[in-house]
Structures are given as C-alpha cells and as structure tokens.
C-alpha cells in the first residue's frame, strides 16, 4: 500500500488526569505544547477537548477559542477537531465551540453504554449538532461505538445531513460498548466498502488496544488515532511520556506497513476539507 495514512492525536479527552500519567496536559498552553510535539512526530489531526484548572471536563467555548488560536500560530496547517461528546457537558452546550468553525468536530450519533454511565446522544441533539455543523461548515468525523452507528452515519450523510465527506472512526476498546475484536473490525471495514464506498475510515483502540488497533487500521488501508485520552501508557509497566510518543508508535507502524505519514496537505486533502486559515 502507498497510501497515506492519517495520524490523529486525542492530546487530553475528558477522564484522564494527572494522578493517572503526569503528561497529559491539562491548560490550554499544555495542550499546545503537547499537540505541537505531536503535529512534528507525524500528527496531521488534533482531536481536543478543554477543561477546568481542577481537571474537570469543560465545554467553554472561550477555551476552545483560545486553543483553537495556539494551534493555528503553532501547529499551522494542522487539522483542528473539536469534541462535542457528553462528557463535557450537556445538551446543547456541547455543540457551544461550533461557530468558532474548526475544520472538524467529533459526533456521536448514537447512544452506548459505558463504564459507569450511559452515554446519551438523543436523537434530537444529534440533529441539532450535525446542524450547527453544516452552518459552520464543520466536518463531522463520527464516532461509532456500536454497528448501528455507522449505519446511520452511512443514512444521515446520504440525506445530506452531515457536512462534508463521509469520515467514520471506529471505537473499540470501551468496557461495557464494542471491545477491541479483531472479527467485528473486519466486518466494519467490509460494512464501509460496501455501503460507504466514498466515504473515508478510521479506528482508535482504548487503553492496552490502542497499539493492537492502531496496527489494524494500518494494515486494512484506513487511518487510526493515538493519544494520551485513549491510553497514557506505553505498556503494563511504563507510562506514555508524551502524546508524541504515541504518534511515534503509530507512525512506526505505518513504516512496517509501507504507508507513508499523512501530511497536513495530504489529510485536508482526503477529507476533503477547506484550506488551512
């Protein structure tokens, strides 16, 4: 294969904390940091959430304005995803960062379970976020727990309700949702081909996953996530030192694969996204 292979970082997320790895980065000016260190090992996409100075999870959009601008100065050309999942807040405030028009938001267009809780995306948020998203013209990249989510993702965008291309990241690894099954990967890939045959794909594999998916992923021609949200280790034994680390991991991955690492221009370009700012 000599397709480039897109590398999405998930720098914070809204559960891990600084007790689980000292790495993750907290601040926007953390964030930043940590997101350019990943942008020069290989990451083309910035998925980010925001929080408060105690670690909470946060939705305020003055937050996302001002990690929105660190990321344009210092990481420029790369792809700027905001989150618009559950764990940062509720209803509508979770889709509050949309008109500051990054190039993509995460949607969750269905509901799942997860560990402790059950992870709502109601039927009616779901259409006024993928709303907001066309307004602003924002891509959604989707984020399928579950079969049924991608199919309706496959449904919505065929009815013109989700903007841009077609880009569907499988989520597996989540305890009490889809695990990390190497069968039902193979079926989501074959399912994307065969209903979705324009359309792009991704995966992200949780905790002691990520690697195994991410190597997946390379293999089967799609693209693949990494980052300290997802898993702030290297192994049983050692912590990540870094998002950095991550991508690095994944990129070398692609190189075992004979892939090359999507650049910026290479990723706009397949997503089919608007120039860079």
């Known amino acids: 294969m000599t397709d480039p292979c897109i590398l ?5 997320g809204s559960v891990p904390t600084k007790a689980a790895n000292p790495a993750v980065p907290i601040s926007v000016s953390e964030q930043i940091e940590s997101t350019h260190e990943a942008f020069e090992a290989g990451a083309s996409i910035c998925h980010a959430h925001v929080r408060n100075a105690d670690e909470t999870p946060s939705s305020d959009p ?13 990481c420029p050309g790369m792809i700027i995803q ?26 969750s ?35 399928a727990f579950d079969l049924s989510h ?18 569907v990241q499988f989520v597996m690894g989540v305890k009490n949702a889809m695990p990390a099954d190497k069968e039902v990967f193979d079926f989501y890939v074959e399912t994307m081909k065969s ?34 949200e997802d898993n702030v280790r290297l192994d049983r034994d050692t912590l990540a030192p870094s998002n950095a680390a991550l991508i690095r ?29």
């Not at 003055?62 to 210092?74: I, M, N, R, T, V």
């Not at 991608?150 to 880009?167: D, E, P």
């Not at 650049?263 to 997503?271: C, D, F, G, K, V």
């Open 195 to 228: 209903r979705a045959p324009d359309a792009a794909w991704c995966a992200a594999g949780i905790g002691p996953a990520q690697i195994e998916v991410n190597e997946w992923a390379i293999a089967a021609g799609g693209h693949t996530r990494a980052g300290l």
């Open 62 to 74: 003055d937050k996302f304005a001002a990690l929105k601008e660190g990321l344009e100065k210092h």
């Open 150 to 167: 991608i199919l309706h993702a496959i449904k919505m965008h065929a009815a013109g309700k989700l903007h841009g291309r077609l880009y």
């Open 82 to 107: 905001f989150s618009t999942g559950g764990r940062s807040g509720a209803g509508t405030a979770r889709g509050g960062m949309l008109p500051l028009r990054p190039d993509m938001a995460s949607l």
């Open 109 to 143: 267009v269905g509901s799942n379970n997860f560990p402790t809780r059950v992870y709502e995306n109601p039927p009616d948020l779901v259409e006024w976020l993928s709303g907001e998203m066309r307004t602003y013209e924002v891509t959604p990249e989707i984020e």
């Open 8 to 12: 999405c970082v998930a720098i914070t």
């Open 249 to 277: 991991r994944a990129a070398e991955l692609c190189e075992k694969y004979e892939r090359p690492v999507a650049t910026w221009q290479q990723a706009r370009e397949i997503l089919k996204l608007r120039p860079a700012a």
